[in-house]
């Protein structure tokens, strides 16, 4: 088709005369362009355009993360902060607001570490908590400070302020102190104290978690009596701030509630010497706290015996000596024992779900336990627990409900009740649980004990 368009063009072109046209063009001119040739060209500049991208001036490289230039090394870092703490002086304020202002220009997620060592020893630390000689350093910071509870309150706030500007400090912070407690041993007395003063605050405060605590129990800083004596000034600044159910609740938390006897080495982890340190230094309610603390893990054991021994069918002379050992060993009072035997006995049987079997059940069940139950029943403010103890389960169990009296009735002809207690009871000692439904079941029961002791107290004056 290109050529036949080609040839008809070619054909159509007007012939060639002796004279020139005036409207020629020029001999040199190029040769008139013909479809073919446009439609080639067109085609061809279509191609270019395809294969031609555009692309931006200049170049760029792709480059690592870790090879890109920081815009502060570690000592340029320590260099600008401990520069600032200088200029503002021993202003706490001051101080606050320029670590405030700094956070927007300096790198404090990079260089977390360094810079709470600056605020807490006044420079970078070396391994063991010795600071770099060849650093800058500086006096306004927590070592240098005066060694007093009014002091480390005001570096607390520095403290509190920074990290709630930035949140992402806390976990630094906190990785920063568990540090600080393992180099203990490199610190100074003076550091020392004012470090556990410091660190109490902050728990007290919620700055910090009470997990940090963890590194107190360092083989070395336990031997060497530190932690002990780190533990006596953190702790007071601690209660001082909140009280001791608040600290005892943080060490719940965390499970350190029953390891703070830890503190000391092994051949020193006895109640007696935890409760003469920490009472000596000031800390009574700690000492009762932890002394607490172990009564209830004893009568938890305890409990946890008694249930083995019974569904094991062991002899009551067996459990008696047992329990009686226990007794003495863990300062567990009678009273105490009592309601951990009751305990123990109403859990080892399955009781029936209909109310009209389940006291027959019951009967049967205690008489065979009375025994038992009697030998730690020889006061009288011990049958009056049991008597309290009877009446709360009672009425937490529906079932056992119109069984209260019975059991009364039977723990009475098996001598572990007296007359004394249950009147005291029925007086005025009750529990205001369904005291009107165990109070009118026991009416008849206390008339016909009243009657007894009044006809006894007149047959022993006849006698007279």
Known sequence: MFQRLAGEESAAAPPQTAFPD????PANAPAPRTFLSCLQSRVSFMNNQKQQKPTLSGQRFKTRKRDEKERFDPTQFQDCIIQGLNETGSDLEAVAKFLDASGAKLDYRRYAETLFDILVA??????GGTLADDMMHTDVCVFAAQEDLETMQAFAQVFNKLIRRYKYLEKGFEDEVKKLLLFLKGFSESERNKLAMLTGI????????????????NENLVKEGVSAAFAVKLFKSWINEKDINAVAASLRKVNMDNRLMELFPANKQSLEHFTKYFTDAGLKELSEYVRNQQSIGARKELQ????????????????????????????????????????????????????????????????????LLAAFTTQG???????????????????????????????????VLSEEPILKWYKDAHLAKGKSVFLEQMKKFVEWLKNAEEESESETEEGD
């Open 381 to 415: 403010q011990s049958e009056l627990t049991l008597l309290l103890k009877i009446q709360e389960y009672c009425y937490d169990n529906i079932h056992f409900m119109k069984a209260f009296q019975k059991i009364v009735v039977l723990f009475y002809k098996a001598e």
């Open 304 to 371: 946890k015996e008694l249930q083995e021994q019974m569904s094991r069918g062991d002899p009551f002379k067996d459990i008696i000596l047992y329990v009686k050992e226990e007794m003495k060993k863990n300062n567990i009072s009678e009273q105490t024992v009592i309601g951990i035997i009751w305990s123990s006995v109403m859990s080892t049987v399955e009781w029936n779900k209909k109310e009209e079997l389940v006291a027959e059940q019951a009967i049967k069940h205690l008489k065979q336990y009375s025994p």
């Open 22 to 25: 005036l409207f020629a063009p």
């Open 122 to 127: 006044g420079g970078m630390l070396a391994p």
């Open 202 to 217: 902050l728990l007290a405060n919620g700055t910090l978690n009470a997990s940090i605590l963890n590194s107190l129990y």
